[in-house]
Structure formats: C-alpha cells, structure tokens
Nanobody, 120 residues
C-alpha cells in the first residue's frame, strides 16, 4: 500500500505557473508508475502526465505538452508536476496516482486531490 498527499494547488492567473507535489508514504523506487490526473466539473477524470519510475519514461496529454513537466525526487519520495503557461481550461481538481505491481497484478492508489483554478 501507499498513501499519497498532494499539495501546491491554488488560484493563479492565466499565463501563470504552479508546482504540484505528491508525497508518497513509501519509497517511490518501489512503485512502478506515478501520474497526475485531473477532473473538471462535469467531465471525466483524465491523465495529464505519467512517469515510469524505473526508467524515467514520461507521457503527457496533448493538451499540456510543452507546458507541464512531471518529475521525481527519489530522496523525498515525491513526484512533482510543474505547470507553466496555465490556461482557464486547466482548472480542475488534480489527483496523484501510483501503480504498484504485485503477483496479483497492478494496484492503483489515489491521493485526495488538490484544486487548481486558473482565472483572472
């Protein structure tokens, strides 16, 4: 199991930046992959960015490519999402996700979410 705690959300003007943090309760080197998802009101939750911990391989939603960057700090057991050039359509609750492989398959865990509001 792993507990995930997000932080860093808030209100920002269009064009601004925020950095979200997701602190894991265990060493992230023992986690297969981690990601950031978001859910806007009335919409389905969608993947924003993901990273495979062992390889560092990343993937991004087309809507955030070139603006958002996912990264890890293994010493702090933390995953970050640097968000630049924010747009009103980035407004959503952002959730951290972790996938752990076991002999029974992959288990996924979620944080409680952090609100990001982009508005002037």
């Amino acid at each position: 199991q792993v507990q995930l705690a997000e932080s860093g959300g808030g209100l920002v003007q269009p064009g601004g930046s925020l950095r979200l943090s997701c602190a894991a309760s265990r060493s992230i080197s023992s986690i297969y992959d981690m990601g950031w998802y978001r859910q806007a009101p009335g919409k389905q939750r969608e993947l924003v960015a993901g990273i495979i911990i062992s390889s560092g391989s990343t993937n991004y939603a087309d809507s955030v490519k070139g603006r958002f960057t996912i990264s890890t700090d293994n010493d702090k057991n933390t995953v970050y999402l640097q968000m630049n050039s924010l747009k009103p359509e980035d407004t959503a609750v952002y959730y951290c996700n972790a996938g752990i492989l076991t002999i029974r398959g992959k288990y996924t865990y979620w944080g409680q979410g952090t609100q990001v509001t982009v508005s002037s």
